[in-house]
T-cell receptor
Framework: GIQVEQSPPDLILQEGANSTLRCNFS?????LQWFHQNPWGQLINLFYIPSGTKQNGRLSATTVATERYSLLYISSSQTTDSGVYFCAVGLYGNNRLAFGKGNQVVVIP | SAVISQKPSRDICQRGTSLTIQCQVDSQVTMMFWYRQQPGQSLTLIATANQGSEATYESGFVIDKFPISRPNLTFSTLTVSNMSPEDSSIYLC??????????????FGPGTRLTVL
């Protein structure tokens, strides 16, 4: 099956710092989504981004489908950004998502 | 976006028993998905549930262990049968929302935290 690798696995940030999370995938995809799982376990969809660039407040994401990677940028991080960020991809003609192992982010005040 | 609720939110069960988890959506959706998240791990898809047809299970998951019902377009259940401590996980349902204009975006319920003793 498709492989999804996320890096770095763990990240500690000082509040106000910027960071970049990376997702590499092993096959062509028609669906790529970024999720944030807060410390209480709730998964929030951040971006649906199979290609191109999107921005939502302090978060932005870029997917370069031809090179099989996606990046999630967090700017001016806040303690509420803490949690696990998951990248998930879907194959062409297939609605099922394969998740990476996640990026554990801790933002300290 | 779709609003999804799950019941129960958490439970502690004895080995050998079964637990049925309910997932309710506030709008009609074609596809619903059930995932498992073992402690400290990522999400693994158990099965895809479409209304009016048998659920489609992923490799490593079987209907006898995880029977699924999908009686209508807003509701689904997942049963974890003959439980063992290895079944201790968070179970999440999700739906695909194509009405949001954001493509095949998936939204997740709050999850059911299951502990098996």
């Amino acid at each position: 099956g498709i492989q999804v690798e996320q890096s770095p696995p763990d990240l500690i940030l000082q509040e106000g710092a910027n960071s970049t999370l990376r997702c590499n995938f092993s096959d062509s995809v028609n669906n790529l989504q970024w999720f944030h799982q807060n410390p209480w376990g709730q998964l929030i969809n951040l971006f649906y981004i199979p290609s191109g660039t999107k921005q939502n407040g302090r978060l932005s994401a870029t997917t370069v489908a031809t090179e099989r990677y996606s990046l999630l940028y967090i700017s001016s991080s806040q303690t509420t950004d803490s949690g696990v960020y998951f990248c998930a991809v879907g194959l062409y003609g297939n609605n099922r998502l394969a998740f990476g192992k996640g990026n554990q982010v801790v933002v300290i005040p | 976006s779709a609003v999804i609720s799950q019941k129960p939110s958490r439970d502690i069960c004895q080995r050998g028993t079964s637990l049925t988890i309910q997932c309710q959506v506030d709008s009609q959706v074609t596809m619903m998905f059930w995932y498992r998240q073992q402690p400290g791990q990522s999400l693994t898809l158990i099965a895809t549930a479409n209304q009016g047809s048998e659920a489609t299970y992923e490799s490593g998951f079987v209907i006898d262990k995880f029977p699924i019902s999908r009686p209508n377009l807003t509701f689904s259940t997942l049963t974890v049968s003959n439980m063992s401590p290895e079944d201790s996980s968070i179970y999440l349902c999700s739906v695909e929302d194509r009405t949001s204009g954001r493509g095949d975006t998936q939204y997740f319920g709050p999850g059911t935290r299951l502990t098996v003793l």
